[in-house]
């Protein structure tokens, strides 16, 4: 039947088609996964959808290089844009619909709603890149009315995009299950993202000291020291190969501010290698 997901995905710009046809698939029963992405996909994106896909019954993935999560000075007009690879990647890691909205649909002449996350948003990310959240929460929410499925996906990389979303989900009462997926890495470490395709042999070669930093934060918070040399064994690393750091902060994972003693953490850190901005972080485990 048209519309009806198959092994080759159906691309959908229209808002309205998008919703009816998930609504009718839930209507019959059907469980929904949905991975909003901006393309250029990677092995990370492929593991969203290989999860939703072994979760769901049917899995739609957004792609939208959203305008109004880029500042005047950002990559939104290099950013990459490889729909043709993208398609081809989701459909064989089993996505049935990909939502390819037009900017002017998710922004009509006359928009003038932003949804703004205050605590989570205003720290890290939402610090370097002021309005950069109030981006992501506004298209994240249009999103989940247009793709009303059951579960959305998210990779833990953006740790601090996970915490806004979910914090807008409860604060809003979006009824969909946010689900947070595990970091998928190069093979010497560095966190999969569409930036790293922006580095050069050497800034890749350097881009590695985010993740050995956090290798070696995970272990100095193991054996016990505090929060301050936890976080100074990041940026020693980071400066150890030239990375300008943003910020190598440990805190809380629910609500990004200062960690519970004997609980979980966080370890953020962000740098810039060359002109890109890179993101990684850690969960670290309770300790007595
Ligand atoms: O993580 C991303 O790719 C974007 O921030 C998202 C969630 C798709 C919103 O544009």
Redesign the pocket.
């Known amino acids: 039947m048209s519309g009806q997901p198959g092994p080759t995905p159906i691309v959908i710009a229209d808002p309205r088609q998008m919703r009816d046809l998930i609504l009718t698939a839930r209507r019959a029963g059907r469980r929904i996964g949905f991975v909003?992405?901006?393309g250029a996909l990677h092995a990370g994106h492929a593991s969203l959808v290989e999860q939703a896909a072994a979760e769901c019954d049917d899995v739609v993935v957004?792609i939208?290089v959203?305008p109004k999560?880029f500042g005047p000075r950002e990559d939104l007009a290099r950013y990459p844009r490889t729909l043709a690879a993208d398609l081809a990647l989701v459909g064989a890691k089993g996505a049935g619909w990909v939502f390819v909205p037009e900017a002017s649909t998710a922004y009509p002449a006359g928009h003038a709603t932003s949804v703004v996350v205050a605590a989570p948003a205003a720290d890290f990310e939402g610090a370097v890149r002021p309005g950069h959240f109030a981006?992501?929460a506004t298209?994240?929410c249009w999103?989940f009315n247009v793709v009303p499925a059951d579960v959305a996906y998210?990779?833990a990389k953006?740790w601090q995009?996970t915490v806004v979303?979910r914090r807008m989900v409860a604060d809003l009462a979006i009824p969909i299950a946010i689900e947070v997926c595990p970091t998928i890495r190069e093979p010497d470490g560095l966190a999969m993202s569409?930036r790293n395709a922006y580095l050069s042999p050497e800034e890749r070669r350097r881009a590695v000291a985010l993740h050995e930093g956090l290798v070696a934060a995970t272990e100095r918070w193991q054996a016990g020291d505090d929060v301050a040399a936890v976080e100074e064994t990041i940026r020693a690393s980071l400066q150890s190969r030239d990375i300008p750091i943003d910020y190598a902060r440990v805190v809380d994972p629910d609500t990004l501010l200062a960690p519970r003693p004997g609980a979980a953490a966080v370890a953020l850190v962000a740098g810039r290698v060359g002109t890109t901005r890179l993101l990684d972080n850690a969960l670290l485990p309770p300790r007595s």
Do not use: A
Request: negative net charge.
């Open positions: 909003p992405t901006m957004s939208f959203n999560q981006g992501v298209v994240v999103l998210f990779g953006d995009q979303v569409s």
